[in-house]
């Protein structure tokens, strides 16, 4: 035992002493209390993983390709959220059938990765979410202001105070905000998991959103494994310097499109983020209510299908999790393409989105092509 303590210490050390000097992370690894992380998501994991490296074990608790909206965890899945070390979700009324399992938990592993994110409405300036209730959010508040800090010196700016230029209002960052506010009401779409102009959790399609999971992953990992923050921390930059890479060429694949063509339709509304970061317009979406439970009427329909004439959209896109039927139908009355996106959930290590940098990529290229075609 005191061998462990002292290797254990050792270890500490060196990372104390690596952070500060700035050297780059030693290739060996502490191994004692192996690190079991969970990422709630595919794209969640990914991130953890970049982060984790070699010193952690990264799992996605729901599978690759499964539409995370309408996961519902098994008696094996609960257990395996009791066992892991860290369990990180993204929140924001996303693993819709998973955060009340946890919530009612609370368990002591459970992170909000989002928890720094602004977060966005589904439908700009309406219903507005209750401030939250928590008393104590100092903490919280000082490692958001940190990291908005360490993202100002690589030039990119976070948390936007007032409205953006495609004029929606942002609803404040995740932690202040109670997304869940409004879904216990009985109006006629409270069996959907989000309310009209309720948190848009979509917030990994800008690119920045992912950056501020990183530098969570990093401190919350450091935490729990502090003979590893060395490395958690080299790893953490290197991937950040990817990130700003990544976010520099989306805004360039994206601006290439002509102006007039910058709308997008999705199956469910996922891109709302990327439309704001990259400057785009939403006119619709085929499922209503921003998740992925509803059913759009006739009416919705026939709305829609005005919509694409009306706007000349060029393009209408479907996505991995969620079947294609309507937007295929929608397309045949309009004369719109139909393209597929990776929506909320990476492809396994066969397909060409498995990590989150390959899925931007993909999509940005996609929608690059499917609206500059005509
Ligand atoms: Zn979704």
Not at 228 to 243: F, R, S, W
Request: proline share 5%; aromatic share 6%.
């Amino acid at each position: 035992m005191l061998k462990l303590i002292s290797r254990l210490w050792m270890a500490a050390l060196t990372a104390i002493i690596l952070l500060n000097l700035g050297i780059p992370a030693p290739t060996t690894y502490a191994q004692e209390n192996r690190l079991s992380v969970i990422g709630s998501t595919t794209l969640i994991a990914d991130v953890v993983g970049r982060v984790a490296g070699d010193a952690a074990d990264v799992t996605p608790l729901i599978g690759y390709g499964v539409d995370p909206h309408a996961y519902e965890p098994s008696a094996q899945d609960i257990v395996a959220l009791d066992e892991a070390d860290v369990v990180f979700i993204n929140s924001a009324t996303f693993e819709e059938g998973l955060i009340g399992v946890l919530e009612e938990a609370a368990p002591e592993n459970l992170v909000t990765i989002s928890d720094c994110v602004t977060i966005l409405p589904f439908e700009p300036n309406k219903n507005p979410v209750d401030a939250t209730h928590d008393d104590d959010t100092s903490n919280i508040a000082d490692q958001c202001a940190s990291h908005f800090e360490t993202l100002a010196a690589l030039g990119v700016e976070v948390n936007p105070s007032s409205t953006l230029e495609n004029g929606v209002e942002p609803l404040g960052l995740l932690y202040e905000i109670n997304c869940t506010a409004g879904n216990h009401d009985d109006s006629a779409d409270a069996n959907s998991g989000h309310q009209e102009g309720n948190c848009d959790p979509h917030l990994w399609t800008d690119v920045r959103n992912v950056m501020l999971w990183t530098l969570m992953a990093r401190d919350v990992l450091s935490e729990a494994d502090p003979a590893n923050a060395a490395i958690y921390a080299a790893n953490a930059a290197a991937y950040l310097a990817e990130l700003v890479t990544l976010d520099a060429e989306i805004a360039g694949l994206l601006a290439s499109v002509p102006e007039k063509n910058r709308i997008l339709i999705t199956n469910h509304e996922t891109l709302g983020y990327l439309a704001a970061r990259y400057g785009y317009q939403i006119v619709g979406s085929i499922i209503p209510g921003g998740g992925t439970a509803n059913e759009p009427s006739a009416e919705d329909i026939t709305a829609l299908i005005e919509t694409v004439l009306d706007y000349r959209v060029p393009a209408i896109f479907t996505e991995n999790t969620v079947n294609a039927a309507l937007a295929e139908q929608i397309a045949d009355e309009t004369g719109a393409s139909v393209y597929q996106l990776y929506s909320d959930s990476l492809t396994d290590a066969d397909g060409p989105a498995h990590t989150y940098i390959d899925y931007m990529r993909a999509n940005a290229t996609t929608i690059m092509t499917a609206l500059t075609e005509k």
